[in-house]
């Protein structure tokens, strides 16, 4: 199924856009919140310290002393009153929701809140750490409903401080709980959120949509050029199955035609050796013609002649390679490795080259074309003895029983084609590419693998099935 290469962009840069989206809102918000709250805490801060400056020199043994009884009684003297009324009128028209006053040991000595006067914080481990160390600390949270000075708030923002107080002593005396409203910023953030997201929305889809054009345009461009090359890839699969039939038919007209002179030369090679034997015999028989050189000159004689009539043998059992109609059948893969072989070593450009077989006599017989295979192992073949360029080296062939098929290998060792010509090399590979289609369409498979010193072929076979036959 082809790639389709629009469609994969789009949903990828959708699926980016809104998770950057996402990433930057979260991003920005925490960000712009994280600020707010920092100059709200600013603010309370220096609050706390002009509250502080007004009201320790007249109430410092007030709001510094240790007090104990019941909450009622806390909330009566009027210096809580006195306090009120100045925290409220500096108060007016400010973002200040509350303030609570502690002492040094946590009791709460006023707060804007009078049902909260009298209550302790000493068991509260934060509020003791400022009191301990002197920190400030500040939080933020959402609250539905708040006590403030100007009555009941709903649904506020609000971020609350403890400010210490220090003493001339550096020891902390008090600390000042303000709480500030800080709605109105909460929604300036969100809004300018919501600004900076449809900015980048705007942007992102401008840029998408120049993105999309462009890859639009890139993917028409490479679905043509793919449809190009798909049909030159099968206009020339096309020549190259029918430059192998061509080659296939040339082939085995000349295979063929070696038979069929294999076959008229055997006969009179016959009757030449039949004739030798009578000479040889009467030359034992009668002394007179007997010598000892006529007779080495005729055994030579015998030996080329039989050698001559062995290479008729291997020529006259090559075209017998099937019946001539391209069926598929069983054949043995070793018999038609020797008869190759047979072949091979004809030639004068395998005499520098050592044959070691191997061939396992427990392979199955394979199936196939066998006048495809025999022709394509003699392509391969030749193509590794004419890599040797006529130098020694090893040509290793064995056989074995795989699944479902037979492992044929052929390994050439001896040769260092890092310093061989090039040519050499190109002429194999053509070789091996026009053995390996061969041996496809007959439903086998080659691999070359070129090594520093040589090359290693293998070849998988497919067993014979009848129910393929």
Sequence with gaps: MAFNLLRYFSLASAVVVILSCIALGFIYRSFAVAESIRVSERHNVELARSFANALWPRYSAFLTASRHGPAE??????????????????TTGLSILK??????HGLTVY???????????????????????????????????????SGEALNRDVVETYIPIHGEDGKVQGVFEIYSDVTDEMERVDRNTRRVLTGYLLAAVVLYLALWFIVRRADRVI?????????????LARQLRNQLVTEQTRMKDVLNLAGGIAHEISNPFTSLTAELDVIERRCREDEAVSNRWLTERLGRLQAAIGRISSVLNRLSAFPDADEGDGKTRAFDINQLVGSVLDIIRISDRSRQIEFRTSLSPDVPPVQGTRSQVMLSLFVVMTALVDSAEGRPHDLEIATGAGDDGVDLTLDLNGRNLGSAPLRAVERSDVKFEFGRGLLQSSGSELTVERKADGFRVGVRLPAFSRDAA
């Design 73 to 90: 009684e806390l909330r009566r003297p009027p210096e809580i009153g006195e306090i009120g009324e100045f925290l409220k009128s500096i």
């Design 99 to 104: 303030v609570k006053i502690y002492n040094a």
């Design 111 to 149: 707060s804007s809140e009078a049902a909260q006067i009298g209550e302790s914080k000493a068991k509260d481990d934060g509020f003791m750490t400022v009191i301990r160390e002197g920190v400030i600390r500040t939080s933020a949270s959402r609250r539905d409903k708040f006590s403030a000075f």
């Design 223 to 235: 679905r043509r050029q793919s449809e190009e090359i798909h049909e030159s890839a099968s206009e």
